[in-house]
């Protein structure tokens, strides 16, 4: 049978269908292909009935039948057409089975249920999508066969924060495998969706066996838009056939083509690469040269550097010390600051603590901006910080006595080095820290700064969240006085941090505490004054007590709810009290303006009732 | 004694949200009751919510393929979250304490008895029916006139586009053609009502090439559609009496639901079938404003493929059970078959889940084709009829999946005869291009579920696979 005929017959249909059958009459590629089908129709009835139809068609007749007959030959043509559709494979099959794709692990054993929410997420925008995703990762769904398109599609997501979790988490838990599936999807002229598919080309790097893939990003590092060809050309620093290309690059005119360049050129970590390095960095790409050395800071490359940043701190300049010789000065310092970001060497150690200990030798720092020489400086002593040494804190204690700002560092290494009862000491205890309490400015600079690190310390931040630090953990690592320091000063929110069952029913505590019960100012720290109680060690008649304190001092005509944490305090109370609590709350209500703060409270009364009644039929 | 598995409770959710919900009662420990009756087949409860009283639930397996749940929360899901979250706390293995069975629960378990106990007797003929169903001859007559005439209707429509071309469609066709259909649907018309919006829905296309091939076969479509369906009423016109045509899917397409009854009647059931699930998929189609529910099922024992369907429609998702898929086996009492080609919509009405055994998928691998043309031969018949499922599905055997040199894959049978796989316009996912990250070693002999579907302007039949199977290894490419 003529499929070509049949398939040239459905074409000239479609037309007529798109155009309208009114242009059928006399349709002369119909007329040629009509006398085709009548010739073949002698054989098989099939195509008589096709060229009748097609000649009828043709022929002059009210528009309303030709679009009838259009409909029917159609019809018969379609179905005619559905029994000779080619099924075999086109080309050839000889080079056998399919390769294997190294993703061999993955499964297909997850519902529809699980994968829909997914991939929908993934395919869709709006609210809620992120948290599905993040969620589904750690579950591992994207060890799911089904999942891996999506996974790869996650990169272009229009939401910024997933595409970036498909980059940092979910890709490279594939591992290296999934790079020629990365770079085949690759689209050179494209924008911050390639740029994300290189990161993650460069984090798993190209394998050196792998041709075809080094040949893609090598045609992107060339070809690509700036910003393909800058995440490109970052790729390819741990293949040393491309040394030459880079050091051509890290010339190029484009910046961000250099940059790509010097940041491949710092993991290459050459002599000749080194060397490129080093030049730009002394250069006019100082700055992105810097950046590069962070990313990869390179042992050999850091003991070049660190001797040039001596020279230059130590640099005796002369003349007039206006914004523009600062700016000059700073545009030569700022370079080292950023490459020694991750940086660890035994000689930048030696150079940070001579800097800490002498900083007169290094006249350079001394003529700076004072934000420009914080940095400089508190580098330095966040580096001293953490190596731990007694050099360092006494290098360190130094400094915060020249300089309150850097208070936190010495404090920090202190607490580490020292026990509890030194720490306090030093910085609260000693006669002369007593002394000159609050007395000078300068002191009262350092009583604040004290504060602010004290704070730091005992509220951790866990996400956004802070909290306080565990007691067991305050017992052991805090000196006792503290409370007693911080309740002169005042500082409710640390009262409650440091609050510690040491001392039962500690009767300095329980004043200040009475105090801040009083205080109708201190209505929305309840939470910081229940919280100093629970920890406190204090028995429960007394936490009892300052509870229905607190309830009775509230100005019950201006409260607009219960908060949930007070309505949780009064139905915990023991149940020796609770009918007692119960009589005291019910005359408080009376003031309300709220219905539904009445309601509330008086479930909760009825819930203190019960609770009594309860506890007397069981004596 | 009760058998409870996760993935069992899962199925009978009614979307994913529940499931976890209910699940999430357990871990926080919502539950302050667990009891089961003695003789097991009766879990109950109470859960904690943030009222002041608890919920009271419990989840009734006295007929085991059909568990009722009852709750006092006033959830309009069923099962709701209190019910599955009991049934997870039981597969859990947490200790329910024996007890009796609750007043409430077993005056209900007693009426529902007698219930089952008439309708049993009114089967056997112990009791009349309950009200012979009387057919209205005037109004049948009436609907039938109604019918013809919204068929003349839909025929001038359609006439009138194909005069003036696709080509000046434009959004006011769109809009005449979509308030068309929606009289179609009022003169009961409903399958037609449907097949006009899809239309509509191709010329609102973007990629209008495309969307032309489809808006072209969907007109012939229609052609098909309105002449058998004008010979199919004239002849009922003259004999009322008729019974709807149980053989063809004229009456699908006219827009007739089957009840389960008239399956019934029509000698549509099978008794005592056991169904392993292949395929799954979700697909939202906007022409009938519904949900379709895919499943594709084999019939353990005969080999055939059927399909299971459930629609469900935009407005009433939030109370409707999403299926999902389901990897054990079905054993069901009741099968009733629809009428269809090759893989005809079945329905049933609870099932007992057993695990996959070896027998089974010997069974797979019997019932699958094995010769490409054989099979295509069979599709191509089907697809001949233009009122035909479009779309068959298919199980092959393969002695290998290979791949050409432009990077598409083929199936290759034992004779060596090949088959292009593709992507089925149908489907709401390519799979295709999932081969090449699957374990090679399924590749070779393996039973294949493929979709076939004919792409017109490529003169091609296309086939999508679905999932592979290979000794005991099943791995679904769509879900």
Redesign the interface.
């Known amino acids: 049978m003529s499929?070509t005929l049949l398939?040239e017959l459905?074409g000239e249909?479609?037309r007529?269908?798109?155009?309208?059958?009114?242009?059928a009459a006399d349709d002369f590629r119909l007329n040629r292909i009509q006398p085709k089908l009548a010739q073949l129709g002698e054989r098989a009835p099939v195509f008589q009935k096709l060229a009748e139809g097609v000649a009828a068609l043709t022929e002059p007749s009210e528009?309303?039948a030709?679009?009838?007959r259009?409909?029917?030959v159609?019809?018969l043509l379609?179905?005619v057409?559905?029994?000779?559709?080619?099924?075999?494979?086109?080309?050839?099959?000889s080079?056998?089975?399919?390769?294997?794709?190294g993703?061999?692990g993955?499964t297909?054993v997850h519902?529809?249920?699980?994968?829909?929410?997914v991939?929908n997420a993934l395919s869709t925008s709006g609210g809620g999508r992120y948290e599905i995703v993040l969620e589904a990762h750690r579950n591992g769904l994207f060890r799911d066969?089904?999942l891996?398109?999506f996974a790869m599609k996650a990169l272009s997501d229009p939401y910024s924060e997933l595409a970036d979790y498909a980059v940092r988490q979910i890709l490279p838990s594939y591992g290296p495998v999934i790079v020629p599936y990365l770079l085949a999807d690759m689209n050179i002229q494209g924008g911050r969706e390639e740029e994300r598919r290189l990161e993650v080309v460069r984090a798993l790097g190209v394998d050196s066996d792998d041709q075809k893939s080094l040949n893609l990003l090598v045609r992107a590092a060339e070809e690509g838009s700036d910003k393909v060809r800058a995440a490109a050309i970052a790729c390819l620093g741990l293949h040393p056939d491309f040394e030459d290309k880079l050091i051509e690059w890290s010339l190029d005119k484009k910046k961000p083509v250099r940059e790509g360049a010097l940041a491949a050129l710092a993991v290459r970590n050459s002599e000749t690469a080194r060397d490129r390095l080093y030049e730009a960095f002394v250069g006019k790409d100082a700055l992105p040269a810097a950046q590069a050395i962070e990313a990869s800071p390179k042992e050999e490359m850091l003991e070049r550097l660190i001797p040039l940043y001596e020279e230059r701190l130590s640099q005796e300049i002369l003349g007039d010390n206006d914004q523009k010789s600062k700016d000059k000065l700073w545009k030569t310092l700022e370079p080292f600051t950023v490459a020694f970001r991750q940086a660890r060497h035994p000689e930048l150690e030696r150079l940070f603590l001579d800097l800490i200990s002498n900083e007169s030798k290094y006249p350079a720092v001394g003529r700076l901006d004072f934000s420009e020489n914080l940095r400089v400086m508190s580098q330095a002593a966040k580096y001293l910080e953490n190596t731990n040494t007694e050099e360092a804190l006494i290098a360190l204690q130094g400094l915060e006595e020249r300089e309150v700002a850097y208070l936190p560092y010495a404090f920090h290494v202190t607490k580490r080095l020292r026990t509890p009862a030194e720490l306090y000491e030093r910085y609260a205890g000693s006669g002369i820290a007593l002394l000159r309490a609050a007395v000078t400015k300068k002191a009262q600079a350092r009583q604040s700064k004290l504060i602010e690190t004290l704070r730091d310390e005992v509220y951790a931040y866990e996400g956004y969240v802070r909290n306080r630090l565990p007691s067991d953990k305050i017992i052991a690592e805090w000196d006792p006085r503290w409370l007693s320091w911080l309740i002169d000063r005042d500082d409710l929110q640390l009262v409650s941090a440091l609050a510690a069952p040491t001392n039962p029913n500690n009767p300095k505590l329980l004043k200040y505490l009475e105090r801040q019960i009083d205080k109708s100012s201190n209505n929305y720290y309840g939470y910081y004054i229940f919280l100093a109680l629970d920890e406190g060690g204090f028995d429960e008649e007394t936490k009892y007590e300052l509870l229905m304190r607190w309830m009775e001092n509230k100005d019950w005509k201006k409260i607009y709810s219960i908060y949930h944490d007070e309505a949780q305090r009064l139905l915990q109370l023991p149940d020796r009290f609770a009918s007692e609590a119960a009589d005291r709350l019910e005359p408080l209500i009376t003031e309300t303006r709220f219905e539904s703060i009445k309601e509330e409270a008086l479930e909760i009364i009825h819930a203190l009732r019960r609770r009594g009644a309860e506890a007397e039929s069981n004596t | 004694m009760l058998e409870l598995t996760a993935s069992h409770i899962d199925s009978l959710a009614p979307n994913a949200a529940a499931a976890k919900n209910g699940r999430g009662l357990v871990l926080k420990n919502k539950f302050v009751k667990l009891n089961v009756s003695e003789e097991g087949d009766l879990i109950f409860g109470e859960c904690s919510g943030s009222g002041k009283s608890n919920y009271i639930c419990s989840v009734d397996f006295v007929t085991p393929e059909n568990p009722v749940s009852r709750c006092n929360c006033p959830s309009r899901q069923f099962p709701c979250k209190h019910a599955l979250g009991l049934m997870y706390a039981y597969a859990d293995g947490l200790t329910f304490e024996k007890a009796t069975v609750p007043e409430d629960i077993s005056s209900k378990r007693e009426k529902a008895g007698k219930r089952e106990e008439t309708k049993a007797k009114r089967e056997s003929g112990e009791l009349p029916p309950a009200k012979p169903k009387k057919v209205n001859k005037t109004a049948l007559k009436k609907k039938i006139v109604q019918q013809l005439e919204a068929l003349d209707e839909l025929e001038k429509i359609v006439l009138s586009l194909v005069r003036g071309g696709l080509g000046t469609a434009n959004a006011r066709t769109v809009k005449d053609l979509n308030d068309h259909a929606k009289r179609l649907g009022s003169s009961y018309l409903t399958g037609a009502e449907n097949e006009l919006r899809r239309l509509a829905l191709l010329l609102e296309q973007d990629d209008r090439e495309s969307g032309y091939t489809y808006a072209t076969e969907q007109l012939t479509l229609l052609n098909a559609f309105i002449k058998k369906g004008r010979s199919y009423l004239q002849t009922k016109q003259e004999d009322p009496e008729l019974v709807p045509d149980s053989e063809s899917t004229i009456e699908e397409w006219l827009g007739h639901a089957w009840q389960l009854a008239e399956l019934k009647e029509a000698g549509r059931v099978s008794e005592s079938v056991e169904l392993l699930q292949l395929a799954f998929y979700t697909y939202r189609d906007e022409a009938r404003k519904e949900f379709v529910d895919t499943g594709f099922w084999l019939q353990l024992g005969e080999g055939k493929i059927h399909r299971t369907v459930q629609y469900r429609p935009f407005k009433a998702v939030k109370y409707m059970k999403e299926e999902d898929s389901f990897f054990s086996v079905a054993q069901i009492s009741e099968l009733y078959r629809y009428p269809g080609g090759m893989n005809a919509r079945v329905r049933f009405e609870g099932m007992i889940p057993r695990q996959v055994n070896n027998a089974d998928y010997d069974g797979i691998r019997a019932a699958a084709a094995a010769s490409i043309p054989d099979a295509v031969k069979a599709v191509k018949n089907q697809l001949k009829d233009p009122l035909a499922d479009r779309a068959p599905v298919v199980l092959l055997n393969a002695a290998r999946i290979a791949q050409t040199e432009n990077g598409t894959f083929a199936l290759v049978d034992e004779a060596g005869n090949t088959l292009e796989l593709g992507n089925v316009y149908r489907l709401p996912q390519p799979t295709t291009p999932l081969l090449s990250l699957v374990d090679p070693s399924l590749l070779e002999n393996c039973a294949v579920l493929a979709m076939f579907e004919h792409q017109m302007d490529m003169g091609k039949l296309v086939a999508q696979p679905l999932t592979l199977i290979q000794g005991e290894r099943i791995a679904r490419l769509l879900y």
Do not use: C, H, K, V
């Not at chain 1, 057409?81 to 075999?88: E, P, R, V, W």
């Not at chain 1, 080079?95 to 794709?101: F, I, R, V, Y």
């Open positions: 499929t398939q459905q249909l479609r007529l269908y798109i155009a309208g059958s009114d242009l528009a309303e030709r679009a009838a259009l409909q029917d159609s019809l379609n179905s057409l559905s029994t000779q559709g080619a099924t075999a494979a086109g080309s050839d099959l080079n056998g089975n399919a390769e294997d794709s993703l061999t993955l297909t519902s529809y249920r699980q994968l829909a929410e991939q066969l089904r891996f398109p």
